[in-house]
């Protein structure tokens, strides 16, 4: 199958790459022979004056902080400054069913057998075959080619639930908090972990938004990276939050989240001093937002993710505004960016309704 497709990249045009970024996006060059044939959505952070150049050959559109305002409005206030949240904003733009996003500083890594890997087509692999959340098979991702279901995995539960998520991982700097950088600042992730795991339901995880991938019609309105950044009290849990509420939500709609391949080469270690300034607050928040989030029931009248992503809002300004005023200015975001989506793709969320039964 693979070689018949050879010549046609997997759902050219069905998929969205999304990158935020701050500078010049040299970094394209390596990936030129996975990333061409498919559209980049670029959202430019900091400084709306500053030209971004994107490698010649490119199909792209890019969004800086003007545009956002221009086309938001007022809702524009959602959407987080001088932060790599800002990446959000390229995800309610899309008409795509699916979107890749990938930081500027990730270059293309190679597998053990030198060979280069092509991160987008492993993250496509995942979204397309089912996920396994009510029952762990010890053999990984049983989908996959050479493995299958173990001695003792139900038959009933065999078909799996569809996939809204994947999630890949990172070769050299590992994604640490602050610190655990200034604790280990030459350690370097050399392992690779030839496996996709399905995360199992009621269990929550770190989401890092560098090398991700997401089914955009069944789980895009949760993918809202919060109010980080610029005249924000935290920075660098845009992509948790992110987490936190799509994980809580694909457990109600009965969806799938994978993780483990595909690897990227995480090249460049941000300021753990810088960091920990952005960081502590949550460090901090974290040990009361996670409780949270772990309590969280949405009810059965929650059949949307927009009904889900409206329903939790509620509950965070009602349960963690006590934590720190900023939940509740979240929360209203988090309506706020609702109205947005909503805004921009008024047929709504009709994947999501589908998520038990067409969409398989």
């Known amino acids: 199958m693979a070689g018949e497709r050879a010549a046609t990249p997997l759902l050219k045009d069905e998929l969205d790459i999304v990158i935020p970024t701050i ?24 400084d709306p004056s500053k030209t971004i150049k994107v490698p010649e050959g490119f199909d792209y559109e890019l969004y800086n902080r003007n545009d956002i305002n221009r086309i ?17 904003f390229g995800y309610m733009v899309s008409k795509k069913k699916y979107i890749f996003t990938i930081d500027d500083d990730c270059f293309v890594a190679k597998d053990p057998s030198g060979k280069d890997i092509n991160a987008l087509e492993q993250h496509i692999k995942n979204l397309l075959s089912p996920s396994t959340p009510h029952f762990f098979n010890t053999l990984y991702d049983p989908y996959r080619e050479g493995t ?68 955009r019609d069944l789980i895009g309105p949760a993918m809202y990276f919060g109010l980080m950044g610029d005249g924000q009290p935290i920075g660098r849990y845009d992509d948790m939050w992110a987490g936190w509420c799509t994980k809580v939500i694909c457990d109600h709609l009965n969806l799938g989240i994978k993780t483990g391949l595909p690897y990227i080469w995480h090249s460049k270690a941000s300021n753990p001093f810088v960091n920990l300034k952005k960081e502590y607050k949550g460090i901090y928040w974290q040990e009361e937002i996670i409780p949270f989030f772990k309590s969280v029931t949405l009810p059965t009248e ?26 509740t200015k979240l929360a209203d975001a988090m309506v706020t960016w609702i109205e947005a989506w909503d805004e921009l793709n008024p047929s709504g969320d009709a994947s999501a309704k589908l998520a038990n039964g067409a969409a398989k």
């Open 23 to 46: 500078r010049n996006l040299d970094f394209l060059e390596m990936w030129r022979p996975f990333f061409q044939p498919y559209h980049l959505i670029i959202v430019q952070d900091g």
């Open 72 to 88: 938001l409005g007022p809702k524009a206030s959602c959407i987080s400054f001088k932060d790599s949240a800002c990446r959000c």
């Open 148 to 215: 299958d279901f173990v001695r003792g995995y139900p038959f009933s539960l065999r078909e799996g639930e569809p996939t809204a998520v994947s999630h890949g991982l990172w070769l050299n700097i590992p994604d640490y908090d602050a610190p655990t950088q200034l604790v280990k600042p030459r350690e370097r992730n050399t392992r690779y972990v030839d496996a996709v795991l399905t995360i199992p339901k009621g269990t929550l995880f770190p989401m890092c938004g560098m090398n991700l991938a997401f089914n």
């Open 302 to 327: 929650c059949k949307t993710v927009q009904d889900c992503y409206l329903e939790l809002s509620k509950q965070v300004k009602a349960k963690l505004s006590s934590v720190d005023p900023y939940f």
